[in-house]
C-alpha cells in the first residue's frame, strides 16, 4: 500500500493475541470465527498457570524482526507504528475465550475478583510496555495502544480497570526508553466506546487520542481540548459510498475537526 498511495504512514498489525500466547495461552485461528483460546481462564487459579516471569522479547522476537525488515523495506518514506492490546482488552479475550457480545465473563471477574482481576492487569501492564519498549528498539517510531473493548465498561469499570492501567503504560514505556537513553517516541491511545472518558483520556500522557466513528468530532474537540492530538474518525462502511460522496464525507470530517491536531483516519 505504501508503494501504491500517498500515505503518511505504516502500522505494523501483529495480532493483539501474541502477548497472551507469549505468556503460555494457546490460540487458534477457527475458520468462521476467528483466533480462539483453547483453555481460556476459567477462574483466578487459571491465572497462576501464566508465565509470570517470560522473556518477552525473547517469545515475541518474530514481532520485533518484522518491524526492522519493514522499517528497512519503508527507506524512510514514512514512519513506522507499532502496535499492542490494552490490557482491559486483553484480559477480556483471555476469559472470553474468543469475541464476545457481551463480555460477561470478564465483566463477571471485575465484580467477583477484584483483586485478582487487578493483579492480571498489572501482569499484562508489565509486559505490554517490554513488548512496545523492543517494538522501538526494532524500529517503531510511534507506538498505538488499541483498548478496543473499552465500550464494554461503564464510566465507573472504565477508570478502575481500564484508564489507570492505560496510564502506567504510557508512562512506564517512556521511562524505559530514557533509562535506555533513546528518544520517547509519541503514543497513540484508542479506547473504543470509550466516549464519557475523553477528558480523562486526554491527561494520561499519550500524545495522539483516536476515536471511533460515532463520535462527532466537534464534540470529542471541547472534550479532549487544544493540547491532544485526535486521529479519526470516518465510519469505515463510508468506503462503500461512491467516489464523490466518500470525497464530501471525509472533507465534512476534516472540516469538523479544525486545521490543528488532526490525523485524517477511519474510525474503526
Known amino acids: 500500500?505504501?508503494?501504491r498511495f500517498d500515505l503518511d504512514a505504516a502500522i505494523i498489525f501483529s495480532d493483539i493475541l501474541v502477548?497472551?500466547?507469549a505468556l503460555g495461552m494457546s490460540v487458534e485461528m477457527i475458520p468462521g470465527k476467528g483466533p480462539t483460546?483453547?483453555?481460556p481462564l476459567n477462574s483466578p487459579n487459571d491465572v497462576k498457570q501464566l508465565d509470570h516471569n517470560v522473556d518477552v522479547d525473547d517469545k515475541?522476537?518474530?514481532v520485533y524482526d518484522a518491524i526492522t525488515l519493514t522499517r528497512h523495506k519503508l527507506e524512510g518514506r514514512v514512519p513506522l507504528i507499532g502496535f499492542a492490546g490494552g490490557p482491559w482488552t486483553l484480559m477480556a479475550y483471555m476469559i472470553e475465550g474468543g469475541g464476545s457480545q457481551t463480555m460477561a465473563k470478564a465483566k463477571q471477574?471485575?465484580?467477583q475478583y477484584k483483586n485478582e482481576s487487578h493483579q492480571l492487569l498489572q501482569l499484562l501492564v508489565d509486559v505490554t510496555v517490554q513488548f512496545l519498549v523492543g517494538q522501538v528498539k526494532a524500529g517503531a517510531q510511534l507506538l498505538q495502544v488499541f483498548e478496543s473493548h473499552a465500550g464494554y465498561l461503564g464510566s465507573a469499570l472504565f477508570n478502575e480497570y481500564s484508564l489507570q492501567y492505560l496510564r502506567d503504560i504510557c508512562k512506564n514505556v517512556k521511562e524505559k526508553l530514557?533509562?535506555?537513553k533513546m528518544e520517547p517516541v509519541p503514543m497513540i491511545v484508542f479506547a473504543r466506546g470509550a466516549h464519557y472518558a475523553l477528558q480523562e483520556l486526554a491527561n494520561i500522557g499519550y500524545d495522539v487520542i483516536s476515536i471511533d466513528w460515532t463520535i462527532d468530532p466537534k464534540e470529542a474537540?471541547?472534550?479532549?481540548?487544544e493540547h491532544v492530538t485526535i486521529q479519526g474518525n470516518l465510519d469505515p462502511c463510508a468506503?462503500?459510498?461512491?467516489?464523490?460522496?466518500?470525497k464530501q464525507f471525509t472533507e465534512q470530517m476534516i472540516k469538523s475537526f479544525g486545521t490543528q491536531r488532526h490525523i485524517a483516519n477511519l474510525g474503526h
Do not use: C, M
Open 1 to 3: 500500500p505504501i508503494k
Open 19 to 21: 502477548i497472551p500466547q
Open 37 to 39: 483460546f483453547v483453555s
Open 60 to 62: 515475541l522476537s518474530y
Open 109 to 111: 471477574w471485575l465484580y
Open 178 to 180: 530514557i533509562e535506555a
Open 221 to 225: 474537540r471541547n472534550k479532549i481540548g
Open 239 to 246: 468506503l462503500y459510498a461512491d467516489k464523490v460522496e466518500l
